[in-house]
T-cell receptor, first 116, second 109 residues
Framework: GAGVSQSPRYKVAKRGQDVALRCDPI?????LFWYQQALGQGPEFLTY????????KSGLPSDRFFAERPEGSVSTLKIQRTQQEDSAVYLC??????????????FGPGTRLTVL | GENVEQHPSTLSVQEGDSAVIKCTYS??????FPWYKQELGKRPQLIID?????GEKKDQRIAVTLNKTAKHFSLHITETQPEDSAVYFC????????FGKGTMLLVSP
């Protein structure tokens, strides 16, 4: 079946612009995660949804970052007033897990954001 | 929160040799330990995982061991092949995952 998809794959923004990154999880997956991956680093957790509920947003670096999943499927990560330090690959992952505890996370291809 | 340390940061081996990557974690509540392989410009792909009720798991040339007392886990790749060259990440967690900084494995023919 179809895996996790993300769009756009590449985004170039001028400093100060707002951007919106989309994630389509695997159909039926309850949990959805957003990560930020800087060059040469491991993915860093940003936020986590179980269905439409945002259960953990402790990794969001500032109040310029906002994520939503209004119908428990597609999710959008929005970054307002982008800064150069926001340049990174933003990865989305989904898993089947519906209870506490982890299940296999399947990653999307990522969106590479470059802020000029 | 959880803190995951991964070593080495780079590892070069000859084709056919074994490769071992080690990780430590800090949160005793973590119960899930996956390993991901990421090729340049690609998404992380799960290669093997282990849960805290198991000490060792093997899948063909890949094995993972877990020592909960010492809070460390390791990835073992035997009979390495050039196509094993990639960055490998360990992770640990309960409801969310914390990743290590990665190990770049280079397998020379």
């Amino acid at each position: 079946g179809a895996g996790v998809s993300q769009s756009p794959r590449y985004k170039v923004a001028k400093r100060g612009q707002d951007v919106a990154l989309r994630c389509d999880p695997i159909s039926g997956h309850v949990s959805l995660f957003w990560y930020q991956q800087a060059l040469g680093q491991g993915p860093e957790f940003l936020t986590y949804f179980q269905n439409e509920a945002q259960l953990d947003k402790s990794g969001l670096p500032s109040d310029r970052f906002f994520a939503e999943r209004p119908e428990g499927s597609v999710s959008t990560l929005k970054i307002q007033r982008t800064q150069q330090e926001d340049s990174a690959v933003y990865l989305c992952a989904s898993s089947l897990a519906s209870v506490s505890g982890t299940d296999t996370q399947y990653f999307g291809p990522g969106t590479r954001l470059t802020v000029l | 929160g959880e803190n995951v340390e991964q070593h080495p940061s780079t590892l070069s081996v000859q084709e056919g040799d074994s490769a071992v990557i080690k990780c430590t974690y800090s949160d005793s509540a973590s119960n899930y330990f996956p390993w991901y392989k990421q090729e340049l410009g690609k998404r992380p792909q799960l290669i093997i995982d282990i849960r805290s009720n198991v000490g060792e798991k093997k899948d063909q040339r890949i094995a993972v061991t877990l020592n909960k007392t010492a809070k460390h886990f390791s990835l073992h790749i035997t009979e390495t092949q050039p196509e094993d060259s990639a960055v490998y990440f360990c992770a640990a967690g309960y409801s969310t995952l914390t990743f290590g900084k990665g190990t770049m494995l280079l397998v020379s023919p």
